[in-house]
C-alpha cells in the first residue's frame, strides 16, 4: 500500500500549481518521506508519501490513482542505490501509462534520512560559528522554524537545543527517548527570566500557525507582567501604610 505520511495544506498556495493537484513525492521509507519534508523546506501544497518499502499491486494501484489527477506531478524521491532506482523506473512507468510529469528527486546521500542529518550537522557548525539568520515576515519565519523543528523530530534529537529567539526570549526545543529507546517526545519551550512556558508546536502546525502561537505567547507575557506590576504597587501602598508618621 501507499501511505501518506505528511499532507502539508496551504489553501492559498499556488506555487506548485492548483491546490486540488499537489505535487506528489514518494520514497521507500516514511521517515525518509518525513525527511524529505523537512529537507525541502515543507513545500506547501505538497504529498509526501512512502511505499512502506514495498512495490505490490496495491501499491501500484494507489500510485495510478495519484498520477492519473489532471496536472499532476509525480516526483520519485527513492533511495540513491540499485533498489531506488528499481522504484523508480516503476514509478516512471505508472506516470507513462497515465500521462503524468516525472521527476527524478535523487538524495545527495544514501537516503533522504541520511541526507537531513549530514545537512543539520552542517548548519549546527555554521551555527556555532556565525549565528542564525534573523527573519522579518512571519511566514518566513515560521517555515524555518518548522523546518528546524520537523528535521530534530526526524533526528530524534535529544537534550535542549535553542532553535529560536522572537521578542527577547529563547525558543527551546526539548527532546527525550523513553521506554525501549523505540519512544520520542518533544516539547518547545519559550524560555524567560526565572520560568518557560511551553508552546505546542506539533510537527503538522502551519508556519503562520507557530508564528501566531508564539505571538499570544508573548501577548501573555505583557498582560501577565501589568498584571503583577499592579500588584507591586498595591503592595507598596500597603507596605507604606505600615511606617510610622
Known amino acids: 500500500n501507499l501511505f501518506v505520511v505528511l499532507l502539508v495544506i496551504d489553501p492559498t498556495s499556488h506555487e506548485l500549481g492548483s491546490p486540488a493537484n499537489p505535487?506528489?513525492?514518494?520514497?521507500?521509507?516514511?521517515?525518509?518521506?518525513?525527511?524529505?519534508?523537512?529537507?525541502?523546506?515543507?513545500?506547501?501544497?505538497?504529498?509526501?508519501?512512502?511505499?512502506?518499502?514495498?512495490?505490490?499491486?496495491?501499491?501500484?494501484?494507489?500510485?495510478?490513482?495519484?498520477?492519473?489527477?489532471?496536472?499532476?506531478?509525480?516526483?520519485?524521491a527513492t533511495d540513491a542505490n540499485s533498489q531506488g532506482e528499481t522504484f523508480a523506473g516503476r514509478l516512471r512507468g505508472t506516470a507513462s501509462d497515465v500521462g503524468c510529469n516525472w521527476f527524478r528527486l535523487t538524495p545527495p546521500a544514501e537516503d533522504w534520512n541520511d541526507a537531513l542529518r549530514a545537512r543539520e550537522e552542517e548548519r549546527r557548525m555554521e551555527g556555532r560559528r556565525g549565528g542564525r539568520?534573523?527573519?522579518?515576515?512571519?511566514?518566513?519565519?515560521?517555515?524555518?522554524?518548522?523546518?528546524?523543528?520537523?528535521?530534530?523530530?526526524?533526528?530524534?534529537?535529544?537534550?535542549?537545543?535553542?532553535?529560536?529567539?522572537?521578542?527577547?526570549?529563547?525558543?527551546?526545543?526539548?527532546?527525550?527517548?523513553?521506554?525501549?529507546g523505540d519512544s520520542y517526545h518533544y516539547q518547545s519551550l519559550l524560555q524567560r527570566t526565572g520560568g518557560i512556558q511551553e508552546i505546542e508546536l506539533a510537527v503538522t502546525v502551519t508556519p503562520l500557525g507557530a508564528i501566531s502561537r508564539l505571538e499570544h505567547a508573548l501577548g501573555g507575557f505583557e498582560k501577565e507582567r501589568e498584571r503583577y506590576r499592579q500588584r507591586l504597587e498595591e503592595h507598596q501602598r500597603w507596605l507604606s501604610s505600615y511606617q510610622s508618621r
Open 23 to 76: 505535487a506528489r513525492f514518494i520514497t521507500e521509507s516514511a521517515i525518509d518521506a518525513m525527511s524529505l519534508a523537512a529537507f525541502e523546506g515543507l513545500r506547501e501544497g505538497s504529498l509526501y508519501l512512502s511505499t512502506g518499502g514495498g512495490w505490490s499491486p496495491a501499491t501500484e494501484a494507489a500510485v495510478r490513482v495519484l498520477a492519473s489527477r489532471p496536472g499532476a506531478q509525480l516526483f520519485a
Open 133 to 180: 539568520k534573523p527573519h522579518t515576515e512571519r511566514k518566513d519565519a515560521g517555515r524555518v522554524l518548522m523546518k528546524e523543528i520537523l528535521a530534530l523530530v526526524q533526528l530524534q534529537q535529544e537534550g535542549e537545543i535553542q532553535i529560536a529567539s522572537i521578542g527577547g526570549f529563547d525558543l527551546i526545543y526539548e527532546g527525550e527517548r523513553f521506554g525501549q
